[in-house]
């Protein structure tokens, strides 16, 4: 059984940036590409950000893109997002997920998941 927890969210202006991490414990999530998405109030849960298992390869949503960044490290169970530039459009509960062997194109699908933290709130104001 896998447990992903998240931490890192918080209250920041327009402008700012934040950390999120997520730890993965009680699986072997290394072998995993692992995903974040963000579900803003009344809007449908999105993609942000996904990498493979060895992080080569990355892949993101327009609407993030420049702006944040996705990474991993295996040997710590970690995965983070870096974000930067944040707007109060970015406002949202942000979730990490693992994805066990879905074809890297379809990363972006929140059905390609299986393990999903509790998620961690971010507050961008104007």
């Known amino acids: 059984q896998g447990q992903l927890v998240e931490s890192g969210g918080g209250l920041v202006q327009a402008g700012g940036s934040l950390r999120l991490s997520c730890a993965a414990s009680?699986?072997?999530?290394?072998?995993?590409?692992m995903g974040w998405f963000r579900q803003a109030p009344g809007k449908e849960r999105e993609f942000v950000a996904a990498?493979?298992?060895?992080?080569?390869?990355?892949y993101y949503a327009d609407s993030v893109k420049g702006r944040f960044t996705i990474s991993r490290d295996n040997a710590k169970n970690t995965v983070s997002l870096q974000m930067n530039s944040l707007k109060p459009e970015d406002t949202a509960v942000y979730y990490c997920a693992s994805s066990p062997g879905a074809r890297p194109t379809t990363l972006t699908q929140s059905t390609r998941y299986d393990y999903w933290g509790q998620g961690t709130q971010v507050t961008v104001s104007s």
């Open positions: 990498i493979t298992w060895s992080g080569t390869s990355t």
């Open positions: 009680g699986r072997t999530f290394s072998r995993y590409s």
